[in-house]
């Protein structure tokens, strides 16, 4: 099972900044937080991640709560290009598992003129 | 660097066949997942090999199999073919460390006829 919780679907005007939330309650102190989208029927498209600290890169800010128990994907500027599924991932560093990724239902943002 | 391939993009087969795909991943990964997506079940791991062994294994009957090649080239197989295997089968691949991030093909759509 997923260990995270995502609103189904959500709507963004172009232009303004999409704020997509997660919550991984029971995150353990070696998961990371990972973002992937997919586009319609396209490979999930890696996004960001982070341990405990917000992290920035050209596509997304991330920012995880200082109890580590949720976390916030903030796209700052969207487009209609943006408009996907996107799936928030707890992975566990443990060199064994560290490649099964459980992905859930995701957040199916809508970016509207 | 080139991305993830997968082959073939789509493919059409019947009950009672048996399919194999194929996956390369990014120069220098040794680390190859596979997954299934229906819209129905949603994303779902099938299993990881790394370095020509199979590392981990999703919850999938036997008909489903893979193997690794030394250049790190993986196939998946699926015999038997059922009406529920219709599905976009996605391989990803990862660099060395368990650390590093995850990245996925297009995905080879298959249908069962």
């Known amino acids: 099972d997923a260990k995270t919780t995502q609103p189904p679907s959500m709507d963004c005007a172009e232009g303004r900044a999409a704020n997509l939330p997660c919550n991984h309650s029971?995150?353990?102190?070696?998961?990371?937080v990972y973002w992937y989208r997919q586009i319609h029927s396209q490979g999930p498209q890696y996004i960001i991640h982070?341990?405990?600290n917000n992290e920035t890169n050209e596509m997304a800010s991330l920012i995880i709560t200082e109890d580590r128990k949720s976390s916030t994907l903030i796209l700052p500027h969207a487009t209609l290009r943006d408009t996907a599924v996107y799936y928030c991932i707890v992975r566990d560093l443990n060199t064994g598992t560290a490649s099964k990724l459980t992905f859930g239902t995701g957040t199916r943002l809508q970016v509207t003129l | 660097k080139a991305g993830v391939t997968q082959t073939p993009r789509y493919l059409i087969k019947t009950r009672g066949q048996q399919v194999t795909l194929s996956c390369s991943p990014i120069?220098?990964?040794?680390?190859v997942s596979w997954y299934q997506q229906t819209p129905g079940q949603g994303l779902q791991f099938l299993f990881e090999?790394?370095?020509?062994?199979?590392?981990n294994k999703g919850n999938f009957p036997g008909r489903f199999s893979g193997r690794q090649f030394s250049n790190s080239r993986s196939e998946m197989n699926v015999s038997t073919l059922e009406l529920g295997d219709s599905a976009l089968y996605l391989c990803?691949?990862?660099?060395?460390?368990?650390?590093?991030?995850?990245?996925f093909g297009p995905g080879t759509r298959l249908t069962v006829l």
């Open positions: 120069s220098g990964h040794r680390s």
């Open positions: 982070g341990l405990k």
């Open positions: 090999y790394f370095s020509e062994t199979q590392r």
């Open positions: 990803a691949s990862t660099g060395l460390a368990a650390t590093d991030t995850q990245y």
């Open positions: 029971t995150i353990s102190g070696n998961e990371y």
